[in-house]
């Protein structure tokens, strides 16, 4: 298998790519789907079917089509990117595809094993719009000859484990966390058009909504379940909180050109996608990350410079290569540890739990 560093230059390296499952590749997963079975969402019916009315409505259905203009302004934009500046594009291809494909599987798998009504037409809805997002995806690694085989990955990717309730916590994140992503990257090229480097950009408006929904639709099943957000579980929401964005954060540092080309400064990008999902998540989690503590991003960015050193490591080779990344391995955790510790913000939860997709 090739390093994670490894530069995408075949379509096996971009397939090889997909299935790595390190830290900070997108993972697939699989839970338990009795219990998934068992989940009641009466206490918040009447939005629920509200939202069901939603997917139903499919206000997407025709939106993940390529125009007459697409094809041109690749080959007009792609022979623009510097090698490195590709490679970053690459990667960002080939890791959000592999994410969208991950929600894809597991919202398949829950629908095939369930028979409760709503969380079958829920996850068949869900499932529809990832697989759209993935094959969009996969349109454009094909314009590089990189297509990825997504039934080969889905036979070869390993799949990690999660009970029901991490699932919710992380997805309803991710999905969230992937709204905001993708409407800061919309709104700053909707001003900023000359800074487009790819025609993909201009689908993601319509897109991240599908997201935002996906996200309403676990913040109902957890304010259906409220035990979820109580007691105990509060340490498991404030991990997923420190993991989801510690994750982003390290991972977009480490391939910053892809936000330098669109005249985004990283740094500023992640803490605004922080913010408004920090601002969202209050529908639903009763506490959120102090974001905007100097603590907080100091933390931030020595785990980005622990991680800078463990890759420097890896690539060099050698018997203290891994005496480095053991060390490395220690002090991240000691500091993903100190930046857990902190004091969080406290939330009431709102009556509604629905949200419009307002940024
Ligand atoms: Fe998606
Ligand atoms: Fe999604």
């Known amino acids: 298998m090739a390093p994670v560093t490894a530069p995408i230059e075949t379509a096996r390296d971009a397939n090889e790519k997909a299935v790595q499952s390190t830290l900070l590749n997108p993972r697939f997963y699989t839970t338990d789907f009795d219990a998934m079975d068992r989940i009641d969402v009466e206490p918040v019916r009447k939005e629920w079917d509200l939202m069901m009315q939603e997917y139903e409505g499919d206000n ?23 090698p490195e500046m590709r490679q970053e594009f690459l990667d960002f291809l080939v890791s959000s595809l592999t994410s969208e494909f991950s929600g894809c599987i597991l919202y398949n798998e829950i629908r095939k094993h369930v028979t409760n009504p709503d969380i079958k037409q829920l996850m068949t809805y869900m499932a529809r719009d990832e697989s759209r997002h993935a094959g969009f ?23 990690t484990y999660f009970k029901p309730k991490y699932i919710f916590y992380a997805t309803y994140l991710s ?23 790819h025609p993909i950009f201009r689908w993601f408006e319509r897109w991240c909504n599908d997201e935002f929904r996906h996200g309403e639709s676990f913040a109902l099943i957890m304010r259906a379940n409220p035990h979820l957000l109580r007691g105990g579980n509060r340490l498991w929401i404030k991990f997923f909180l420190l993991a989801v964005y510690a994750t982003m954060y390290v991972r977009d540092h480490t391939r910053p050109m892809l936000h330098e080309a669109m005249g985004l400064e990283t740094d500023e990008y992640d803490y605004t996608v922080f913010r408004i999902t920090t601002d969202i998540s209050k529908q639903v989690f009763p506490l959120s990350l102090d974001t905007d503590n100097p603590k907080f991003r100091a933390g931030l960015s020595r785990l980005f410079e622990i991680s800078k050193a463990n890759d420097a490591a890896k690539e060099k080779g050698g018997v203290f290569s891994y005496a480095t990344r053991a060390v490395c391995g220690i002090q991240a955790f000691w500091t993903f540890g100190r930046l857990y510790m902190m004091d969080t913000l406290e939330h009431e939860l709102p009556i509604n739990t629905r949200m419009a997709a307002s940024w």
């Open 175 to 197: 999905e969230k966390i992937g709204y905001a992503r993708y409407i800061t990257i919309f709104r700053h090229l909707e001003k900023n058009p000359d800074k487009r480097f």
């Open 60 to 82: 997407n259905h025709d939106h993940f089509q390529r125009d007459a203009a697409f094809a041109d302004e690749v080959a007009l934009l792609m022979p623009q990117l510097s």
């Open 137 to 159: 995806i996969n349109q454009s690694l094909r314009d590089f000859g990189l297509g990825i085989d997504l039934g080969d990955l889905k036979r070869t990717k390993a799949y």
